[in-house]
């Protein structure tokens, strides 16, 4: 039976790129007082350390290409800690609204009366000016175009093929297992020498990238052992002089 002085809310909270320190000072005083927090694989354990003693904190997450909570299972968590505890916190790596799902877990609550709050964090692409390269520079890219590479049926999205003609730079996130293709696909327009990086595990002291050419993005991969999870940036941005 419903406790009627329980009032379910849930929180969805952008942990951000990796370091703790990027946390929002919103997200932070939130996390104070959580009494159940779900978190992600990408989310820093550090940011458990704000919540309170008797906190329950559940591990949620989805290791890339492998073992993983489903989401089903996740949203069952949410409906019965939230009619349970109030309030729930659902910490997710990066923004949760940029390749996150987030908002899927705010409208499966909203459906089942639950109250709930958005609280963005810091995305992984805007991590990488700590490598020295802007997504915008003026005279030098017009935009920025962000894409996934692995789609529901894990294939690279055809946006890349209308990303290329634009003076835009290109972001690319779960990209990793498309190097192939997507050297491939900018070598076919004729625009394999366009400056590329890879940066993984971006903000956090271990974090690693290499810059190059997009069609030597395999090789490239391979000569700094880097994997997942990294974002791939194309465009003039990268070679810029520093």
């Known amino acids: 039976m419903t406790n009627p002085a329980i009032i379910p809310e849930l929180y969805v909270i952008g942990a951000g790129p990796g370091d703790p320190e990027l946390i929002t000072v919103k997200a932070y005083k939130v996390l104070q007082r959580a009494p159940v927090v779900l978190y992600d694989n990408l989310a820093n354990k550090q940011?458990?350390?704000?919540?309170?003693?008797?906190?329950?904190?559940?591990?949620?997450?989805?290791?890339?290409y492998g073992s993983y909570t489903p989401q089903e299972e996740i949203h069952e968590m949410i409906k019965h800690f939230a009619f349970t505890k109030g309030m729930v916190v659902r910490l997710k790596g990066g923004d949760p609204f940029i390749?996150?799902?987030?908002?899927?877990?705010?409208?499966?609550?909203?459906?089942?009366g639950i109250k709930t709050h958005f609280i963005p964090g810091i995305t992984s692409m805007q991590a990488a000016g700590f490598g020295d390269i802007p997504?915008?520079?003026?005279?030098?890219?017009e935009g920025?175009?962000?894409?996934?590479?692995?789609?529901?049926?894990?294939?690279?999205?055809?946006?890349?093929?209308?990303a290329m003609q634009s003076n835009s730079t290109v972001v690319i996130y779960m990209g990793?297992?498309?190097?192939d293709t997507i050297a491939?696909?900018?070598?076919?327009?004729?625009?394999?020498?366009?400056?590329?990086?890879?940066i993984q595990h971006a903000s956090l002291p271990h974090q690693k990238s290499v810059k190059g050419l997009v069609k030597d993005l395999p090789a490239l991969a391979e000569s700094k052992k880097l994997t997942f999870?990294?974002?791939?940036?194309?465009?003039?941005?990268?070679?810029?002089p520093v």
């Not at 390749?99 to 089942?112: K, N, P, V």
């Not at 997504?135 to 890219?141: K, N």
């Not at 920025?144 to 890349?160: E, M």
Request: net charge negative.
């Open 47 to 64: 940011l458990l350390d704000l919540t309170p003693e008797d906190c329950d904190r559940i591990y949620v997450g989805k290791q890339p």
């Open 99 to 112: 390749f996150g799902r987030g908002f899927e877990e705010i409208l499966y609550a909203r459906g089942q």
């Open 135 to 141: 997504l915008t520079h003026r005279a030098i890219s």
């Open 144 to 162: 920025i175009w962000v894409i996934t590479g692995t789609k529901k049926d894990g294939t690279l999205s055809a946006d890349l093929n209308l």
């Open 176 to 179: 990793m297992k498309q190097l």
């Open 184 to 198: 491939a696909t900018y070598i076919k327009a004729g625009n394999g020498d366009m400056p590329a990086a890879i």
């Open 229 to 240: 999870p990294s974002i791939i940036i194309i465009g003039p941005v990268v070679d810029l």
